[in-house]
């Protein structure tokens, strides 16, 4: 039997207006994502209380190929080689990228959500005109 392993990271910063948690988890090449969001700036404290407590809770996103590649560079080669994939194709992390097909899943889900419930509303109508109809129709 094979053990995985499975490296988590938290990084908290600053999203205008609030303070964010991405949770970060790879997990046999593939890397999933949470985000919690804070409100004001956590201390330390409640930091750490959300990790010990709160983790189990987060919704991961669905899992991404991760590059395991860790290659010690020049910075400055680091630095060129960065500007030129953002120049290429934008800024989107593997994490950020994660967090965007996470929210395509969950519209995708309201969506269908919304729809049953409008169907219901539609059929819920439909029936309350038919009574009412019959209701006038012995009346007479």
């Known amino acids: 039997m094979s053990t995985a392993e499975i490296e988590t990271r938290l ?3 600053y999203e ?5 948690g991405v949770s970060e988890r790879i997990e046999n090449g593939k890397l999933t994502v949470a985000k919690h969001t804070f409100g004001a700036e956590p201390s330390m404290a409640e930091i750490y ?7 189990y809770d987060l919704k991961y996103s669905p ?7 860790r290659e010690h560079t020049n910075p400055k080669r680091r630095q ?3 500007r030129k994939m953002v120049a ?9 990228q994660a967090l965007q097909m996470q929210r395509e899943e969950n ?3 309201r969506k269908q959500i919304s729809k049953e419930q409008k169907e219901a509303e539609k059929q819920r109508r439909f029936e309350m005109k038919q009574q009412k109809k019959r209701a006038k ?4």
């Open 107 to 109: 519209k995708i889900e």
């Open 63 to 69: 899992p991404v190929d991760a590059d395991m590649k």
């Open 80 to 82: 060129r080689e960065a």
């Open 137 to 140: 129709h012995r009346g007479k």
């Open 88 to 96: 290429q194709k934008g800024v989107g992390t593997k994490s950020q």
């Open 49 to 55: 209380e959300f990790v010990l407590d709160h983790s």
């Open 11 to 13: 990084t908290v910063l």
């Open 16 to 20: 205008d207006p609030f303070w964010i």
